[in-house]
């Protein structure tokens, strides 16, 4: 149950369970010893989420004519928008994500500092300060012993894996990152760092590998890679240096690619031809099994299918719902995923065709994480 007060507080996020997808996903990142985990958790269920919720900008008012088009919205949803209160979708752009895993690595590299009160800014401004006293310290003279080549190209570019602290600590001071931390994960066997070099041996892109999944593939500075060296990076994510390959691979869109039935495809090259490719995908992943009530990460996005799709109750046959959120959520989406009838999967997929293709590729990597496997 939601209250009037409780809601005008945080600002009537619809979607408010991307958030505690976000901070879920920030978090799988994060290792260390337990308390020093359970504190910075504690810091991202707090002070991290009322940020979210209050002030962080990046929201996108919904006006409520359209939510009056959607009789399947929450309850909650419903009464505000009646009531002709503002209504926003929290949109958490991964720049923002890289900003926090930043935060999270300096929290997990000063266990001593008190972050209790600590507020999203301020946890930014001192990370982005850390780091730049992180690499002050660092020399440019690469430590030769500590790099191994673990690929090389004809032009002279190459993988190098980074071992020792000092190579670390240069590739942090190069690429304005903070990996020159990383010594401890990295001696302890449980991280591995990977660097493009050029034929100077200065880097271009740093990744971290735990167990065999891409955890990162960063630029300088946190952000994407450079496009003229994407295609090592490509190469990197296509030829594993592990047998038999990677797990799972993240940071993609830091270096231009989204993955297609088993091959990394560069976005800016996609066409118009290319987007009918990923809704059928979409539909596919959707009729692949029934939609689990613990599934709760869907429940936001099977509302704004059946929005942009204006499918209503009675077109999926809804003649009840039950009393509580998560039930009421879970009864539409056992209709709408599990039971629609071609006619319904039409309109849909219509639905699908009227947005962008960046919200296409966004929905489809939402039904590849969620119904994929």
Not at 37 to 54: G, P, Q
Not at 304 to 311: C, G, L, P
Request: some cysteine; charged content about 30%; hydrophobic content about 35%.
């Amino acid at each position: 149950m939601r209250f009037l007060g409780y809601l005008l507080l945080e600002r009537n996020i619809i979607n408010i369970n991307a958030i505690d997808f976000f901070i879920g996903e920030v978090m799988a990142g994060i290792f260390g010893p337990t308390p020093a985990i359970n504190r910075v958790r504690t810091w991202a269920t707090s002070n991290l989420k009322n940020y979210l919720l209050r002030e962080y900008p990046n929201i996108i008012w919904i006006p409520n004519d359209l939510l009056h088009r959607n009789p399947n919205r929450e309850p909650w949803v419903k009464k505000a928008a009646e009531r002709g209160d503002k209504l926003y979708n929290i949109n958490i752009t991964s720049a923002f994500k890289d900003q926090i895993a930043h935060v999270l690595d300096y929290f997990r590299s000063n266990p001593d500092l008190n972050i209790s009160r600590m507020s999203v800014p301020e946890a930014i401004r001192q990370s982005e300060e850390w780091t730049k006293q992180l690499n002050k310290k660092a020399s440019v003279e690469d430590d030769l012993i500590g790099i191994h080549v673990v690929r090389k190209y004809p032009d002279g570019f190459k993988w190098v894996l980074v071992s020792s602290p000092k190579a670390l600590e240069r590739e942090g001071k190069l690429m304005s990152h903070c990996v020159g931390s990383y010594c401890d994960l990295v001696k302890s066997g449980h991280s591995k760092i990977y660097s493009l070099r050029d034929k100077k041996n200065e880097p271009h892109c740093t990744v971290e590998v735990v167990y065999k999944n891409i955890i990162q593939m960063q630029g300088k500075g946190n952000g994407p890679v450079d496009k003229k060296y994407v295609k090592y990076c490509k190469d990197f994510v296509m030829k594993p240096i592990t047998v038999p390959g990677w797990r799972e691979v993240g940071d993609l869109d830091n270096i231009g690619l989204i993955e297609f039935d088993g091959n990394y495809l560069e976005k800016d090259k996609l066409t118009p031809s290319d987007k009918e490719k990923f809704i059928d995908k979409i539909m596919e992943y959707l009729y692949s099994r029934p939609v689990r009530e613990e599934d709760y990460r869907v429940m936001g996005w099977a509302n704004d299918i059946m929005e942009i799709s204006n499918v209503r109750n009675s077109d999926i046959g809804i003649k009840a719902h039950r009393e509580t959120d998560s039930g009421y959520k879970y009864e539409i989406i056992d209709f709408l995923f599990g039971k629609y009838e071609d006619r319904i999967a039409g309109q849909i997929k219509e639905g699908l065709r009227s947005v962008t293709f960046n919200t296409i590729l966004e929905y489809y990597k939402i039904a590849k994480r969620d119904f994929g496997y």
